[in-house]
């Protein structure tokens, strides 16, 4: 592998987990993490890429393929869905970003690097975030993303345009590994039927953490209509806080 050619960084997190190990205790945080690597790393998906390092409950995987890392991130998402054994549900939520990086020791740095973990981290349960580059890249006409939405990232300059993974193709041909709850993918469906990437609706684990009835993935429009709401909400705060400043700036002035 070349330095400074494009790479693809997958990073991924469980939702919650904190709140689980202040609810459970140290301990049983730790099996949960260890399950979590463990399932992800048994994903027929998972031998083509490099796993760079685990970060506390979550993991940094590294790809030359933007299609294969947007594959490996659906498959991870419908994996947890079907549970960890002695765990249930596992909510887990997944950013892709695509772009040049540095190795150094053992490990990789770079913009996209820092994209793809922010991109993970703005993500919801059960949701893959990839950015329009890896969209762009990621050259496959039965994969499905959501429209463009913009994301202003923690210490990125520049808003970034995402996309949410919204349906991944069963590939029937592709050899499988099954594991003891079933296909890596989910239930298996006819090869000719697209399967939705999963939303989780909330930490199984434990049970007083679940919400008390499954929450509904929101559609992108009805996101895109809540994010527009927020962003002009603050605009108009932003705007009255200023109108309400004026005039006291223009007194000290005089």
């Known amino acids: 592998m070349n330095e400074g050619t494009v790479h693809s960084f997958l990073f991924a997190d469980l939702v919650g987990f904190t709140t689980l190990t202040a609810l459970e205790g140290d301990e049983r945080a730790a099996d949960v993490a260890m399950r979590f690597f463990a399932a992800v790393r048994a994903l027929p998906e998972a031998g083509r890429a490099e796993e760079v390092k685990t970060l506390g409950d979550g993991l940094m995987l590294r790809t030359d393929d933007p299609e294969h890392a947007v594959r490996l991130g659906a498959a991870i998402v419908a994996r947890l869905d079907e549970g960890l054994e002695g765990f ?38 059960g949701e893959v975030l990839v950015s329009a580059t890896t969209r762009e890249a990621a050259v496959a006409d039965d994969l499905v993303f959501g429209d463009a939405r913009l994301h202003w990232l923690k210490n990125v300059i520049e808003p ?50 679940r919400p008390a009835a499954p929450a509904t993935r929101r559609t992108t429009a009805r996101r895109g ?7 002009r909400a603050r605009l108009d ?3 009255a806080c200023l109108r309400a400043a004026v005039p006291s700036l223009l007194g000290r002035l005089g």
Request: charged share 20%.
């Open 88 to 125: 249930g549900p596992v909510p887990v939520r997944v950013g892709v970003h695509t772009g040049p990086a540095i190795a150094r020791d053992g490990d990789w740095f770079g913009m996209a690097v820092n994209v793809a973990a922010r991109l993970c981290a703005v993500a919801g349960d």
């Open 237 to 239: 705060q932003e705007r």
């Open 160 to 209: 970034v345009a995402v996309h949410e993974v919204e349906l991944v193709p069963e590939r029937a041909a592709a050899p499988v590994r099954v594991l003891a709850s079933g296909d890596p993918l989910g239930e298996v469906a006819p090869a000719s039927e697209p399967r939705r990437v999963p939303s989780v609706a909330g930490p199984a684990l434990p049970a007083r953490m």
């Open 225 to 231: 209509a809540a994010l527009g709401a927020r962003a």
